[in-house]
């Protein structure tokens, strides 16, 4: 069980699932891919896969609304004059619960996109390419303990709270 909700908190991040879209308002697909930075240690559930592929959809809406769909559900946040954007999403999952003698484990993840659009706005209102960092902020929950899931096979990570990052580039598909 313990595996599957941390599944979740993992595999957010790497959804591909089905994307929105809206007849007066499309998303325009992009490809995107990168490499990992992390300092969740090298091996443990919450350390994610080296390189990272998946498609988002983008959509503009108005003049500094911004939406984010990896398939995972829609994520909304702002554009700014010089085409940088953020997003970002919070969750929490229980890992173990606690009991008379410890606590319960319970960890937040907090995903935050910032990136920014390169190149001329095509005719269709939407950008060619971005550069955009996706980061995975993991920490234990307030009051919670997970020190017992740092140590041995079934480690979630080295330490909490740790950070797992993407550099990002992605493509008009």
Same mark, same amino acid.
């Given at each position: 069980?313990?595996?599957?909700?941390?599944?979740?908190?993992?595999?957010?991040?790497?959804?591909?699932?089905?994307?929105?879209?809206?007849?007066?308002?499309?998303?325009?697909?992009?490809?995107?891919?990168?490499?990992?930075?992390?300092?969740?240690?090298?091996?443990?559930?919450?350390?994610?896969?080296?390189?990272?592929?998946?498609?988002?959809?983008?959509?503009?809406?108005?003049?500094?609304?911004?939406?984010?769909?990896?398939?995972?559900?829609?994520?909304?946040?702002?554009? !700014? *004059?010089? /085409?940088?954007?953020? %997003?970002? $999403?919070? #969750?929490? @999952?229980?890992?173990?619960?606690?009991? !008379? *003698?410890? /606590?319960?484990?319970? %960890?937040? $993840?907090? #995903?935050? @996109?910032?990136?920014?659009?390169?190149?001329?706005?095509?005719?269709?209102?939407?950008?060619?390419?971005?550069?955009? @960092?996706?980061?995975?902020?993991?920490?234990?929950?307030?009051?919670?303990?997970?020190?017992?899931?740092?140590?041995?096979?079934?480690?979630?990570?080295?330490?909490?709270?740790?950070?797992?990052?993407?550099?990002?580039?992605?493509?008009?598909?």
């Amino acid at each position: 069980m313990r595996h599957a909700l941390l599944a979740a908190l993992v595999a957010a991040p790497l959804t591909t699932g089905c994307l929105a879209d809206e007849a007066d308002n499309p998303y325009a697909i992009y490809k995107a891919g990168g490499a990992v930075s992390a300092n969740c240690g090298d091996t443990g559930l919450l350390v994610g896969p080296a390189e990272m592929s998946l498609r988002v959809g983008i959509r503009l809406v108005g003049n500094t609304g911004f939406h984010w769909d990896q398939g995972d559900g829609i994520l909304m946040g702002v554009i !700014d *004059d010089s /085409a940088s954007f953020s %997003v970002s $999403r919070y #969750m929490r @999952v229980d890992v173990r619960p606690g009991d !008379d *003698d410890n /606590a319960a484990c319970i %960890v937040e $993840r907090t #995903m935050i @996109v910032e990136g920014s659009f390169d190149g001329l706005v095509d005719t269709d209102g939407t950008y060619r390419t971005f550069d955009a @960092v996706m980061r995975n902020e993991y920490r234990p929950y307030t009051g919670s303990d997970c020190s017992d899931l740092l140590e041995g096979d079934e480690r979630i990570a080295d330490e909490l709270p740790c950070t797992v990052s993407y550099e990002l580039e992605g493509e008009r598909d």
